[in-house]
C-alpha cells in the first residue's frame, strides 16, 4: 500500500466527520482516529507510521490548531512520536515509492506538534 492511499482514506474519514456528521475540526480528527483503527494500530511499521502522518497531516491542512492540553492530543501525538521516532529519515523513502512525499508530511507535523507544545 502507498502511503498517498492512506492518505487518501484518512483524508476521506476526515472529511466524512466534518461532512456529513457536522462535526468540528477537532472532532473530526477524533472520528477519523476512530474510523481508521486498523491502519493505526497495523502491525506493518512503515503502515502505522504512514497512517499517524496522515492522521495529523489532514487537519493541519484544514487549519485546526490543537490543544495541548486536552488528554486525548497528548495521546495521540504521543503514539505519533513512538512510531516515528522508529524511523530515520533516509528510511521513509525506503517505505513506500511516495516516501519522500510522506517525508515532506511528516517534518510538517513534527514541527506543527513542536510549535503547540506536544513535542
Known amino acids: ?5 492512506i492518505r487518501s482514506e484518512m483524508e476521506l474519514m476526515f ?3 466534518a461532512g456529513e456528521q457536522n462535526l468540528t475540526l477537532y472532532q473530526a ?3 477519523a482516529y476512530d474510523e481508521m483503527d486498523n491502519y493505526l494500530q497495523s502491525k506493518v511499521e512503515g503502515v502505522r507510521l ?6 495529523f497531516i489532514i487537519p493541519v ?3 485546526l490548531e490543537f490543544i495541548a492540553e486536552d488528554p486525548f492530543t497528548q495521546d495521540v501525538a504521543s503514539e505519533f512520536m513512538e512510531v516515528y521516532s522508529r524511523f530515520e529519515v533516509g528510511g521513509f523513502c525506503q517505505l513506500f515509492e511516495d ?3 510522506m517525508l515532506v ?6 514541527d506543527y506538534l513542536v510549535k ?3 513535542v
Do not use: W
Open 99 to 101: 516516501g519522500a512525499v
Open 116 to 118: 503547540f507544545g506536544l
Open 1 to 5: 500500500m502507498k502511503y498517498l492511499e
Open 50 to 55: 504512514a497512517a499517524y502522518v496522515s492522521l
Open 29 to 31: 480528527f477524533g472520528y
Open 15 to 17: 472529511k466524512r466527520g
Open 61 to 63: 491542512k484544514a487549519g
Open 105 to 110: 508530511d511528516a517534518r510538517e507535523v513534527f
